[in-house]
Nanobody, 127 residues
Framework: QVQLVESGGGLVQTGGSLRLSCAAS????????MGWFRQAPGKEREFVGG????????YYTDSVKGRFTISRDNAKNTVYLQMNSLKPEDTAVYYC????????????????????WGPGTQVTVSS
């Protein structure tokens, strides 16, 4: 079973940047597709972006394309979410998720496709 812990959240002004990290333990994530989701107050959890097990493929929701970048370092068992040009509407709790990926190169974007989740980290963007 994979254990995930997010870090790097905080308070930032509009236009600022943050880098979230998702550290995995108990198992190597080199054969896991990873994803980032977020949930704002009063809203449903939404997909932010995902990355295939090798990092070759990524996919983002439209609202973050060009601003957010997902990367991974399998040697460090860590996935990152670089967030630039942050907007108040990016304010949410951000979650990291993992799922075994038998189909190499696949990015998953539905939350039901992910088996393991971190506890989340709060990101607040002030206007």
């Amino acid at each position: 079973q994979v254990q995930l812990v997010e870090s790097g959240g905080g308070l930032v002004q509009t236009g600022g940047s943050l880098r979230l990290s998702c550290a995995a333990s108990r198992r190597t994530i080199s054969r896991y597709a990873m994803g980032w989701f977020r949930q704002a107050p009063g809203k449903e959890r939404e997909f932010v972006g995902g990355i295939s097990e090798s990092g070759v493929n990524t996919y983002y929701t439209d609202s973050v394309k060009g601003r957010f970048t997902i990367s991974r370092d399998n040697a460090k068992n860590t996935v990152y979410l670089q967030m630039n040009s942050l907007k108040p509407e990016d304010t949410a709790v951000y979650y990291c998720a993992a799922t075994p990926s038998p189909r190499l190169g696949t990015v998953y974007y539905s939350d039901y496709e992910y088996d393991y989740w971190g506890p989340g980290t709060q990101v607040t963007v002030s206007s």
